[in-house]
């Protein structure tokens, strides 16, 4: 018999997942300054446990980079999400594939009609065909898609009509398929730039009451937030992929205003990669008598 549950309405999921997306150490120091940066709250703070990032290679498991290892961090936080069934979850990570386990949770907590605001400047419905880190495919694996194996892990899929994209400007051809075969709603950065009317006519057309947002920082235009993907200064590296347009105030104003139209039940931070403070804490690593 399962033991009764420690109730509690929200919870804090620190999740500084990494071997989802690049193998880099800014995941799970990105995930550790949002949950410190985050106005105190009395909600719990729970850490999902993670293997520490120590630089080596991961391995490559039937089309994915460390399937193994996420898959049993998938199922931890899943395992803290059912030990406290929380009304709400705010999550920090980490690599985008943390939205996957509380998404999933919240879907079946409120009965298969939570609604999913997903502000990103990519769709992430990819498959292993198509690329092999698991962040890539974390929306598609909560709709039934997206990587077989991972899927498996959601019990209750989301519905594809209370599914939106925000921010999002362009494509590729395959995500492009997925999209529009599934019928997802999608409303890039331009319509969105001084108006959320688009995501408020959506909420009310599909008449939705809980809601989950994503947020990946990458949605942010480059030259205007520099903690994320685009701006290593380490590499040299073109990232061939979308950057985002839009800016802070967008999307604070875009997120102030859903909440007054729903009931936000589930934030995710993903994809926050603070540069500098890495440079700066392998600096102080270096001098002897920081030791």
């Not at 994209?165 to 331009?190: F, K, P, Q, T």
């Not at 949605?219 to 993907?229: G, T």
Request: proline share 5%.
């Amino acid at each position: 018999m399962r033991n009764k549950p420690i109730t509690t309405k929200t919870i804090r999921l620190l999740m500084p997942q990494w071997q989802g997306g690049i193998n880099n150490v800014s995941y799970p120091l990105g995930a550790r300054l949002l949950a410190w940066l985050a106005p105190e709250s009395d909600a719990p703070m729970l850490e999902v446990p993670i293997g520490s990032y120590d630089g080596s290679s991961i391995a490559m498991e039937d089309g994915i980079m460390g399937r193994t290892a996420l898959t049993k961090q998938l199922r931890s936080a899943r395992h803290l999400l059912d030990a406290y069934e929380p009304e709400r979850v705010i999550t920090f990570g980490g690599d985008c594939l943390v939205s996957q386990a509380p998404f999933a949770y919240l879907n079946e907590r409120y009965d298969g009609a939570l609604g999913v605001l997903w502000i990103d400047a990519h769709p992430d419905v990819s498959t292993p065909t198509n690329v092999y880190n698991s962040h890539a495919m974390v929306l598609g694996n909560l709709l039934g898609e997206g990587d077989p194996g991972l899927a498996k892990e959601v019990r209750r899929p989301l519905d594809t009509k209370k599914v939106m994209l925000a921010g999002i400007d362009d494509m590729l051809d395959y995500e492009w398929e997925v999209v529009n075969r599934l019928g997802i709603a999608h409303v890039g950065s331009a319509a969105l730039a001084g108006t959320s009317d688009r995501i408020l006519e959506w909420i009310r057309h599909n008449s939705i009451n809980h809601l989950a947002i994503h947020f990946d920082f990458d949605v942010l235009d480059p030259q205007r937030f520099r903690s994320q993907l685009f701006n290593n200064p380490n590499s040299d590296v073109v990232v061939d992929a979308m950057q985002g347009k839009m800016t802070m105030p967008q999307v604070t104003r875009l997120i102030t205003d859903v909440t007054k139209a729903a009931d936000v039940v589930g934030f995710t931070f993903a994809e926050h990669m603070p540069w500098d403070d890495i440079n700066l804490a392998t600096m102080m690593d270096s001098f002897s008598f920081m030791k």
